[in-house]
DNA sequence: TGAAATGTTGGGGCG
DNA sequence: ACGCCCCAACATTTC
């Protein structure tokens, strides 16, 4: 019997695997291998909250590929040397992989791929991360989209998706061996990460329970409830899609399957946020120089402010003095994670009225979010700056008052993450210092006023340039 | 997936 | 009963 290696990457699921169940078609004994090659991402290297997500869903697929019979391969180094050993190792004909999209994997997925070919190994690489690949998506006139309505029509016409592929009833035992899972070094050496276990649960199997909990609770009021982030609104699958525990297609299944027209018209929200994260992976594709230049070239000589580390220091630990960033940026810090509400106002506030480059809000939630996702994270903040796709014009400032009043009207998600100001009344809680201020807890950094203004100004001087 | 400034309307208090 | 003013509530415009 043949050998294939299945290069799981960030498809850490059994069930609709397209790598997995193809090798299986095959007829070939699988080999699931994961490699961790941190270094082939630069300049966007795993962050410190991705690893930890990563340490813990390695851990759920290598006891999910257990349970079928099968053991999951771990490998560190360079990609390319440690399949070819493998391949030599196992006598390996063939490789099987799921396809991601960020630029610099792009090409060394191009070249490895390239390079079995080329030493006649054959080399799968398969579709299971997104609702359409970035290249089927075109215009009328064969180009990408740039803004998201005409994306998401276009990108509905592929709904409903094929059924899911099942799971493997059962995998061909294997002895290959590779390293401890430690060994990758993937959770922190100081524990700050105490807040994550008891929020999270990594794996396929937490997310699809996850699912089914959000398509029976939350999914009915998603319209409005996804913009509160003092409840449980949303459906917080994002790092278990980021790593692919869980697909689009399982998904919307899920959603659509059998479902009446109205609970399809119910579920139309939630998939256009499916549908923003395909767009932020078509863009991050098309346009892969925006991970760190904009998207609208005008940006190019925009007027950012000087940092002042002091400043932004504050902004990242949750100290700006603003209840609604704090509590966004104290979430993040102890938990991994904001609700996506909360992102906007936050993002808002460091681009518009702190003025400082979108990067520097980026590079944080880099190393902060556990569903830091390269398309995502760019795609968000250049949008929130103004110079991304479909951007927010550069005159949307949000007022982090009035979006701590609108949307957390009781107060009730400051308390939980600004414990300082949790003895507040809830007309007070957003706007301490109408009580004269909290002991404790700080002054706001800036005068939300003048910033905007400052921020208007800045902005308009570039418009007059395009 | 804004906010603030400005404009308009209509009910009610009051002389 | 009437006109005047105030101002909340809503709509429109501007950034």
Redesign the pocket.
């Known amino acids: 019997m043949s050998t294939a290696l299945v290069w799981f990457r960030r498809d850490l699921r059994i069930a609709d695997n397209p790598a997995l169940c193809a090798a299986v078609a095959a007829g070939h004994t699988p080999i699931p291998v994961y490699i961790h090659a941190p270094h082939e991402e630069q300049p966007w290297e795993p962050g410190a909250a991705t690893r930890w997500w990563l340490h813990h869903s390695l851990l759920a697929l290598a006891a999910d590929l257990k349970a079928l019979g099968s053991g999951l391969v771990l490998c560190r180094g360079d990609t390319a040397l440690e399949l070819d050993r493998l391949i030599e190792q196992t006598g390996a004909c063939a490789v099987y992989w799921n396809r991601m999209y960020d630029p610099a994997l792009v090409r060394r997925d191009a070249s490895i791929k390239e390079g079995l070919r080329g030493r006649g190994i054959e080399a799968h690489s398969h579709a299971a991360h997104l609702i359409a690949e970035p290249w089927e998506i075109k215009n009328g006139s064969g180009e990408p989209y740039r803004v998201?309505t005409p994306f998401w029509r276009k990108l509905k016409t592929c709904l409903p998706l094929p059924e899911p592929l099942p799971a493997p009833t059962s995998l061909t035992p294997h002895e290959v061996s590779g390293v401890e899972l430690d060994s990758l070094e993937l959770l922190p050496r100081i524990d700050w990460d105490q807040g994550f276990y008891g929020a999270w649960s990594p794996g396929s199997e937490a997310a699809r329970e996850q699912l089914d909990e959000f398509a029976i609770g939350a999914l009915e009021n998603y319209a409005q409830g996804r913009?509160r982030p003092d409840r449980p609104g949303t459906s917080r699958l994002s790092p278990a899609l980021h790593f692919g525990e869980i697909s689009p297609r399982q998904v919307a299944d899920r959603l659509l399957r059998k479902a009446s027209l109205a609970q399809r018209e119910l579920a139309e929200p939630y998939l256009r946020?499916l549908g923003?994260r395909d767009f932020g992976h078509h863009l991050l594709y098309h346009f892969p120089h925006t991970t760190e230049q904009p998207l609208q070239s005008s940006f190019a000589d925009f007027p950012w402010a000087e940092v002042d580390p002091a400043q932004l220091s504050a902004w990242q630990r949750g100290r700006t003095g603003i209840p609604i960033v704090d509590a966004g940026m104290r979430q993040l810090w102890a938990t991994g994670w904001m609700h996506?509400?909360v992102r906007?106002i936050v993002a808002s506030f460091l681009t518009k009225n702190l003025r400082y480059h979108w990067l520097h809000g980026a590079r944080w939630f880099w190393d902060t979010l556990v569903d830091a996702d390269l398309a995502a994270n760019t795609q968000g903040w250049q949008?929130t700056a103004g110079s991304g796709a479909?951007a927010?014009?550069y005159?949307?400032?949000?007022?982090?008052i009035?979006?701590g009043e609108?949307f957390d009207p009781l107060g009730s998600y400051v308390r939980k993450y600004v414990p300082e100001l949790a003895h507040l009344p809830a007309e007070h809680i957003h706007q301490p210092w109408s009580v004269g201020g909290v002991r404790g807890y700080p002054k706001p950094i800036l005068d939300?006023?003048h910033s905007?203004e400052a921020a208007?100004?800045a902005y308009?001087e570039l418009r007059k340039g395009i």
Not at 395 to 400: A, C, K, L
């Open positions: 998201f913009d946020e923003w996506n509400r906007m949008w479909d927010a014009p005159f949307r400032i949000f007022n982090p009035t979006q609108r939300l006023k905007r208007l100004a308009s």
